[in-house]
């Protein structure tokens, strides 16, 4: 397998083209710049994506010339892997430098006949989600394209090697951006990234299998309506604005009014069928009740909308605790009868911190929380060890 250079620290950044940050647009746009025709890009892009040669040397449909001039001036850097952790129950974890103090996780969750890839779009997030243990460490910065997709591209790697070795890891068919970060404050870069997941030339995903998940941010609701043909996802969690200002705070900028309006607008856009998955995070004694579930059904279109009940994930400093498992049966026997297809999300992965708002990472927070976090349950609890060790 051809190495890669590892990412450059803040102390030494590079000044060649990282040709991970750019989709297939971008890339012959790159190329034009060199003098280059456009059809280059797609075969780089092939390259770098389908083969996972990140060596110019070996790209050997390309001109010599044009070769030592990518070598020149550009490079294909990937995070390096600190960690990876196995779960009991197949779910893959890695930690992930992408500077010096910066580390993100990316968790790979197979499933009978689907292989699901969780990818973290920030360092930190700036939401302030009460029940997310991301959100307690403050945020940092955004990911750039290369940092996101370099995830599905290490992660393809990893699980490729796993297999020729003799295992049965599982394959990535689906991504969903529900790692660390709200992709929707990161859009052009998470544009871009999941551009290049739907390429038929890079990774060739089906549109509906690329999921961007949000807490409501409104105007990009509208843009990735009418830019990209990815499925969407709403952490919606409350049925008024009263309990969501308190726990989805973003809620009192976009209340839920104008964010279903939103979401209605958004399958506008859509062919007829599509829908919209709302994510409810499940929390004892706070929004599970009777009157909760009528209001969701009130509030929801069964022919539009796909509920996904979320068991709350504890995490160290957490001021909530899960809904009792009656209370969620409950509470998906309501939706249910009221015609939504409505699933309870398997927790997956808890045992390595690797479950739905468990991720951490290490944020070297720059905003309102601003401490340095460095994560010391990554380092302590037992895993497979460094990668490749
Ligand atoms: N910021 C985006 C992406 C995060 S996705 C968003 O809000 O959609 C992660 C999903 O897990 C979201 O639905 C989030 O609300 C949910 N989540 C966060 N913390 C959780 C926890 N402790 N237990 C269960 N689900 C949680």
């Not at 102390?11 to 989709?23: E, K, P």
């Not at 009978?112 to 920030?122: A, D, E, K, N, Y």
């Not at 995070?281 to 009528?294: E, K, P, Q, T, Y």
Request: with cysteine.
């Amino acid at each position: 397998m051809l190495q890669a250079t590892p990412l450059d620290t803040d102390a030494q950044q590079s000044t060649r083209i990282n040709l991970l940050d750019f989709d297939e647009t971008g890339l012959a746009t790159v190329f034009e710049g060199l003098g280059e025709r456009a059809f280059r890009a797609t075969q780089v892009l092939k390259w770098i994506h389908q083969q996972q040669v990140t060596d110019f040397d070996a790209m050997t449909n390309l001109s010599k010339v044009l070769r030592a001039r990518l070598a020149e001036s550009a490079e294909v850097p990937l995070p390096e892997v600190l960690l990876e952790k196995v779960s009991s129950d197949g779910t893959r974890k890695w930690v992930l430098s992408v500077d010096a103090r910066n580390r993100i996780e990316t968790v790979f969750i197979p499933e009978p006949g689907r292989g699901t890839l969780c990818v973290s779009s920030q360092v930190g997030c700036a939401l302030d989600c009460q029940f997310c243990s991301t959100a307690k460490q403050g945020f940092s910065r955004n990911l750039s394209t290369a940092e996101i997709i370099s995830q599905l591209w290490l992660v393809n790697q990893r699980l490729g090697a796993l297999e020729a070795a003799g295992a049965n890891p599982g394959r990535v068919t689906n991504v969903v951006f529900m790692g660390m970060g709200e992709p929707m404050l990161n859009y052009d870069a998470v544009l871009a990234a999941s551009n290049i997941m739907l390429n038929d030339n890079a990774y060739g995903l089906s549109r509906r299998r690329v999921t961007v998940s949000t807490a409501g941010v409104v105007p990009k609701i509208d843009r990735l309506a009418s830019e990209s043909g990815v499925a969407l996802a709403i952490s919606l969690h409350a049925t008024t604005d009263s309990l969501r200002d308190t726990i989805v705070p973003i809620n009192r900028k976009y209340p839920l009014a104008e964010l279903l309006a939103a979401c209605d607008r958004f399958l506008e856009q859509r062919p007829k069928g599509d829908q919209i998955t709302y994510e409810y995070v499940m929390l004892d004694g706070i929004n599970d009740s009777r009157d909760d579930a009528g209001r969701l059904v009130g509030l929801l279109d069964p022919h539009k909308s796909k509920i996904n009940l979320i068991p709350f994930n504890p995490f160290p400093q957490a001021e909530y605790t899960r809904s009792k498992p009656e209370a969620i049966a409950t509470f998906q026997s309501r939706l249910q009868a009221a015609g939504f297809v409505t699933t309870v999300r398997k927790t997956r992965g808890d045992d390595i911190d690797a479950a739905c708002g468990q991720l951490v990472g290490q944020v070297a927070a720059r905003g309102r929380k601003g401490r340095l976090t460095a994560d010391a349950r990554t380092d302590q609890t037992a895993d497979s060890g460094p990668v490749g060790a």
